[in-house]
């Protein structure tokens, strides 16, 4: 008891229980910063939502699988075994070919067995059996069907192909003999590409119209509530197909992809919208606010210059979440013919094949376009979740 030092005499002109260290504070003796502190503590807002990102291993795989899709879109023609349009009448609702390794007990590298073709007389239905004397190698980085490379140039080369006047149907054909695993890498190219322009759309709208409602506030803020929720109360997929079925059936492919996409990014702005204009009813009265507005800036230099980028890293997570919505949305507007229509090839469009059941039953692979459907929205769900989290302050 005798370490314990006495406490100073109580001064009564002041709080009794404030006390005040009498020793001179000396910063050459408080610890210095270790390279890994410093590193966090002058580290910019966007390497630190990287950290966080990093750490969530599910959003972090999840953006493994969105990079290498989106990778893939730019090399479709490469990476598909034939062309778009490529038939063989000969093959008409072919099974999947399943790729092998080993013949008779010897290794004899990636090979596919060739096809026997008979014709059920009950079911009428096409009737495919392997033929174990038909090895069909496969081919890598080989030459086959021509195609013209992003439409710019004449090229034939791809990843796979078939062995001399053989077949490789990994997933198999559809109603006229067209392979289904190149379709698919076909249809990416849309289906990816509708969602970031829409989205594109919708960030656009619901940053100014958000942030005018909630810099302004008021009448005008009413008014643009009042419209969400006049949009919000219509059913969503009814909307979609009204506006849709609004396009003129003369219209090209091309005007017809984005009337889609923008069709898309009109119907989901809403949710971003009042995102910014919450954001931007807290953040008005903060002093750094108030301040631009006493040394003369304008509403707009004050949005996009000072308000915005305070919470960007939160839109973009919430961009992220839109997307996948739209990609459901042009998938089922295509898959009721009333989106995208051929030639133009999209997941939608090949799940139109799919619409009656008695083809599903007969031919079940005709589905398989709805695979990499339900992979890119969950992906674009587990990474949305993980960059709202690491977007996150609080957390």
Not at 3 to 21: C, F, K, L, Q, W
Not at 201 to 222: E, P, Q, R, T
Not at 346 to 352: E, P, Q, T
Request: proline share 7%; net charge neutral; aromatic share 12%.
């Amino acid at each position: 008891m005798s370490d314990i030092p006495a406490p100073p005499p109580r001064d009564p002109g002041r709080d009794p229980t404030h006390y005040v260290s009498p020793a001179v504070w000396d910063p050459y003796q408080e610890a210095p910063l270790t390279k890994q502190q410093e590193r966090y503590f002058l580290a910019s807002q966007w390497r630190i939502m990287w950290w966080k990102l990093k750490r969530h291993r599910l959003a972090a795989i999840s953006g493994l699988v969105l990079l290498l899709a989106y990778l893939s879109i730019l090399v479709s023609e490469f990476l598909a075994p034939y062309a778009l349009d490529s038939r063989h009448t000969g093959y008409i609702y072919a099974p999947p070919q399943q790729v092998r390794l080993f013949h008779d007990g010897s290794f004899v590298g990636p090979y596919v067995y060739g096809y026997q073709y008979s014709l059920d007389m009950d079911s009428m239905k096409r009737v495919y059996t392997e033929d174990k004397t038909q090895v069909q190698s496969l081919r890598f980085f080989c030459q086959g069907d021509s195609y013209r490379f992003w439409g710019l140039f004449e090229a034939d080369l791809h990843l796979v192909c078939p062995a001399q006047g053989g077949t490789v149907f990994l997933l198999g054909t559809d109603r006229l003999g067209r392979d289904m695993l190149s379709r698919i890498a076909y249809g990416a190219r849309i289906s990816l590409t509708v969602g970031l322009i829409g989205v594109s759309v919708s960030f656009l709208l619901g940053i100014v119209i958000g942030g005018i409602a909630g810099y302004y506030g008021g009448w005008i803020d009413n008014v643009v509530n009042r419209l969400i929720e006049v949009i919000q109360s219509f059913p969503q997929l009814p909307l979609w197909m009204a506006l849709s079925a609004a396009l003129p059936v003369t219209w090209s492919p091309i005007l017809v992809f984005l009337g889609i996409t923008i069709i898309l990014g009109l119907v989901e702005w809403t949710g971003l919208a009042r995102s910014v204009r919450s954001k931007l009813l807290a953040l008005r009265e903060e002093d750094f606010c108030v301040a631009a507005q006493l040394m003369g800036a304008k509403p707009r230099r004050i949005i996009f210059r000072h308000l915005l980028p305070s919470f960007m890293s939160h839109l973009i997570a919430s961009a992220t979440l839109t997307i996948p919505g739209m990609i459901l949305g042009e998938t089922a507007l295509s898959f009721l013919n009333l989106g995208l229509r051929p030639p133009v090839t999209s997941w939608g469009v090949l799940l139109n094949e799919a619409q009656n059941i008695n083809v599903v039953a007969l031919y079940p692979w005709l589905l398989l376009p709805v695979v990499p459907v339900i992979v890119v929205v969950l992906a674009f769900q587990f990474f949305g979740d993980g960059l709202r989290d690491a977007a996150d302050p609080y957390r």
